[in-house]
């Protein structure tokens, strides 16, 4: 009989435990980390791939030459872009971790296990300093959305050309990469509609998997704005939480 009440106490205590930890869980900010970390991983991963497939279409379809190492050319910019998004994926899965650290220490189970007025303290200071950087960091995202819409938006252009191909049997269009600033004025790379070259272009999987691969990184882009306001909302609610409450014990979970 008395195992029985002990084991039975046991079981109630390991219950009571798990739903502390449960509880202490904060939710809004596991949803907007991961949101992060998605939009990151989509932009980065879908960014890259599309860089790549602009290489091989620059080179097989528009002729376009490597020049020499010292050049800033649009293969040098490609690669300094690719390195750009290696520090961006590194960057924000430290930061993405150090917002969940941020949450777990405003809930009230690390409050409870530490103390009111020195958890309160310190995540009042820590709450401050990652509202100024998460907005910091929301309005990067702004621009790289807008930065990632422009490859888009003349992927689309070439993609409709060939789609229509057929009606636009009898016109004269031309692919002038200086209209994009890609080549230099005197250098002139050029396909036009009708040739051999767009229509093995139009052909290819490397055009339409390059051009929605790049929608798939402005997507990742649009979502990591979204997490990053998410982020400002959960930082803004503790950080009032945290400053009114600081002699109470009140649990954010956020």
């Known amino acids: 009989?008395?195992?029985?009440?002990?084991e039975g106490q046991t079981q109630k205590g390991c219950l009571e435990c798990c739903i502390k930890c449960l509880g202490g869980i904060p939710y809004a900010s596991l949803i907007a980390t991961i949101l992060l970390y998605a939009?990151?991983?989509?932009?980065?991963?879908?960014?890259h791939e599309a860089l790549s497939g602009t290489v091989t279409i620059l080179q097989n379809y528009f002729e376009v030459v490597k020049g020499p190492v010292e050049s800033l050319d649009v293969?040098?910019?490609i690669d300094i872009f690719k390195y750009v998004i290696y520090g961006v994926a590194a960057a924000f899965f430290v930061y993405g971790i150090l917002l969940m650290?941020?949450?777990?220490?405003?809930?009230?189970a690390i409050r409870d296990l530490y103390g009111d007025f020195k958890i309160t303290t310190c995540g009042r200071c820590v709450s401050?300093?990652?509202i100024m950087l998460t907005y910091i960091f929301m309005l990067a995202w702004l621009g790289v959305?807008?930065?990632?819409?422009?490859?888009?938006?003349m992927y689309f252009n070439i993609w409709t050309m060939c789609q229509n191909a057929t009606i636009t049997e009898g016109a004269n269009l031309c692919l002038d990469l200086r209209q994009?600033?890609?080549?230099?004025?005197?250098?002139?790379?050029?396909?036009?509609?009708?040739?051999?070259?767009?229509?093995?272009?139009?052909?290819?999987t490397e055009l339409d998997m390059t051009f929605h691969l790049f929608?798939?990184?402005?997507?990742?882009?649009?979502a990591a704005v979204i997490a990053m306001a998410a982020c400002i909302m959960v930082l803004a609610r503790n950080y009032v939480t945290l400053a009114s409450q600081s002699l109470g014990k009140y649990c954010t979970r956020f």
């Open 1 to 6: 009989m008395e195992e029985n009440m002990e």
């Open 39 to 47: 939009g990151v991983a989509l932009f980065c991963g879908c960014g």
């Open 75 to 77: 293969f040098t910019m």
């Open 101 to 108: 650290v941020e949450g777990f220490f405003t809930t009230g």
């Open 128 to 130: 401050a300093w990652f």
């Open 145 to 153: 959305t807008a930065f990632t819409s422009l490859p888009v938006f």
């Open 180 to 204: 994009f600033g890609i080549v230099t004025l005197t250098d002139e790379k050029k396909v036009c509609t009708g040739s051999d070259k767009f229509l093995k272009m139009c052909e290819s």
């Open 215 to 222: 929608i798939c990184a402005l997507a990742g882009a649009g």
